[in-house]
C-alpha cells in the first residue's frame, strides 16, 4: 500500500477484496484439504512405487498387491513423477456408505466450487489497479471454465480425493480434454501467479 495516494478509491476497494478473497481462499484450502485427508482415509487405500522391482504396490485394507512394470528400453529404468493416488464418485448417482461420508461430501461439493470461483475473480481483479499486473493461471481457469461452469459433454458431475487433494470432474465418459490435477498443485500454480503479479 505505498502508493496508497495514488490509488482512487475504486482501487482501494478492489485490493481490499482480492485481500478479503485471499484470506477466505487460505482457510478453505485448509478446510477442503482437511475434509479431503478424512474422505482419503476411508477409503483405506495406500500406493507407493518400489523402485526395487519397479512395481506399484497397493495396499487395500492390510492385504497388499504388486503391479510389475515392464520396462519399454531395457537400459532405461522405470520411473514415476508425481505420485498421484485418487477416488472417485458421481455425485448425482453414487451413495454414500455412511452418514459421516454424506455430510462430508455435501460439504467438499459446496467448498470447491466455491474456492475455483473465488480464485477465478481473483485473477480477475489483478490488473485493474495500480501496481498489480494482469495473471494468468491457467489450471484455476480450466478447472472454473471447463470443469464448473461450462462442462463439455461426458464429464460426468463427480469429486475426487487423493494425495494431490480434491478434484473437480475426474470422470467422464469418453476422450477426456482436460483432467484437474487437484487443488494442491492448482494451488501452487495460483501462488505463482499472484506472486509474479505483485512483483512485476
Request: proline share 4%.
Amino acid at each position: 500500500m505505498r502508493h496508497r495516494a495514488t490509488l482512487t478509491a475504486d482501487d482501494i476497494q478492489i485490493l481490499l477484496e482480492i485481500q478479503r478473497r485471499l484470506n477466505r481462499l487460505e482457510k478453505q484450502a485448509q478446510e477442503l484439504i482437511d475434509i479431503n485427508n478424512r474422505m482419503w482415509s476411508k477409503r483405506g487405500i495406500e500406493m507407493r512405487f518400489d523402485e526395487t522391482d519397479e512395481s506399484l504396490v497397493v495396499s487395500i485394507g492390510g492385504e497388499e498387491q504388486r503391479i510389475k512394470f515392464h520396462r519399454a528400453d531395457p537400459k532405461v529404468p522405470v520411473k514415476v513423477g508425481a505420485s498421484m493416488g485418487t477416488s472417485a464418485y458421481h455425485a448425482a448417482a453414487s451413495d454414500a456408505a455412511d452418514e459421516e461420508e454424506r455430510a462430508l461430501r455435501i460439504e467438499l461439493e459446496e467448498k470447491i466450487e466455491g474456492y475455483y470461483q473465488s480464485a477465478h475473480r481473483i485473477l480477475k481483479l489483478f490488473g485493474r489497479t495500480p501496481g498489480l499486473t494482469q495473471i494468468k493461471c491457467v489450471a484455476i481457469t480450466r478447472v472454473r471454465n471447463n470443469l464448473i461452469e461450462h462442462p463439455k459433454d461426458g464429464a460426468l458431475y463427480s469429486f475426487g480425493v487423493g494425495t494431490t487433494g480434491p478434484r473437480v470432474k475426474p470422470m467422464y465418459q469418453g476422450a477426456q480434454e482436460f483432467n484437474d490435477d487437484g487443488l494442491v498443485p492448482n494451488t501452487i500454480e495460483l501462488v505463482a501467479a499472484i506472486v509474479s503479479g505483485c512483483s512485476a
